[in-house]
Structures are given as structure tokens and as C-alpha cells.
């Protein structure tokens, strides 16, 4: 009987185990990843991204940050769980605007009225033909490891474009 027990118990362990392994491993092994490219492709990036955006009626999402950023790192797994990615991938394009140490691509920034100063990740939206429909002022996710996924379900949602025939809470319309 003890050791039926004892098995009992460590089958529970595995599994809290695993479990934990799965919300913890993400944001650990988050810091490891490249999504900012080099600081130079941003322009070519940023075109690219509004030409894939005319083309498929989409809004872009301007991500200013850096590979150093821990929550930027955050921020990238948030927009790609399993809640969030088929809302981005629907409706966005996202355009990784590398900051560098907070000294590079300062231009962009600007022109799209997003303010580092509060720390990154900052984010932009701009409809399918360039225009800026929101930047950031306040930093929202500059602290994300302390804000739930649902904070950037509910950013998504609310900066769609809405396309014709659809409804604004439809996912993927």
C-alpha cells in the first residue's frame, strides 16, 4: 500500500512538474532568442512589412525593442500563444523595429510619435497604407512580465482593422 502511494505521489510530482515546466521554460529560455533584427534592416523591413500589408488589408504593428529586453522577449511569446497568434496572424503584420541599446532607429520612432524614454517594448499601429493610428505614450508593456497575455489580446482586438462584412470581435474575419 506505502508504495502504491509513494507512485501516486511522484506521478502528481511528474505531472506539477510538467506543468510548471510549460509556463516557466518559455519565459526562461525567452532572453536566448533573436527576434530584433540588425538595427540597419528596419527600413527595409518597415517597407516590406506595409507592402505585405496593402496587399492582404492588414494593420501593422511597429514593435520597437531589443534582443536584451526581457520584456520585449515576453512580449513576442505573448503575441504568439496560442490566444493571440491567430488574431496577429489574421489581422497584422508585425514589423520588428530594432532600437539597439536605445541609440539607433531613434528617427522612426519619432515619426511614428512613439516615445522610448518610458522604456520598450513601445508599439505602433498603422492601418494598411501607412497612416499611424496609435503609438504608445504610456509604457504599457514596458513592464509585460507583470501584465497577463490577455492585456495583448485585448491590444490586438482593439487596434483590427475592420474589414468590410465583419464584425469588430470576430477573430479572423
Not at 39 to 66: T, Y
Not at 126 to 141: C, R
Request: proline share 4%; net charge neutral.
Amino acid at each position: 500500500m506505502l508504495h502504491r502511494r509513494n507512485l501516486l505521489e511522484f506521478s502528481a510530482f511528474l505531472l506539477l512538474s510538467a506543468a510548471l515546466a510549460g509556463i516557466v521554460a518559455p519565459h526562461a529560455s525567452a532572453v536566448d532568442r533573436e527576434i530584433y533584427p540588425a538595427p540597419e534592416q528596419a527600413r527595409a523591413d518597415l517597407a516590406a512589412g506595409l507592402k505585405i500589408a496593402r496587399s492582404n488589408h492588414k494593420n501593422v504593428i511597429l514593435d520597437f525593442g531589443g534582443n536584451w529586453c526581457g520584456d520585449c522577449q515576453v512580449l513576442n511569446l505573448y503575441f504568439h500563444d496560442s490566444t493571440n497568434r491567430p488574431i496577429l496572424d489574421a489581422n497584422y503584420v508585425l514589423v520588428h523595429i530594432n532600437i539597439g541599446h536605445m541609440d539607433v532607429n531613434q528617427e522612426i520612432a519619432a515619426h511614428y510619435n512613439v516615445l522610448l524614454t518610458k522604456g520598450v517594448p513601445v508599439l505602433a499601429v498603422l492601418d494598411e497604407h501607412g497612416k499611424l493610428i496609435f503609438s504608445q505614450k504610456t509604457g504599457v508593456f514596458e513592464s509585460i512580465r507583470g501584465v497577463q497575455s490577455s492585456s495583448v489580446t485585448s491590444f490586438l482586438m482593439q487596434w483590427k482593422p475592420v474589414k468590410p462584412g465583419c464584425s469588430v470581435v470576430q477573430i479572423n474575419c
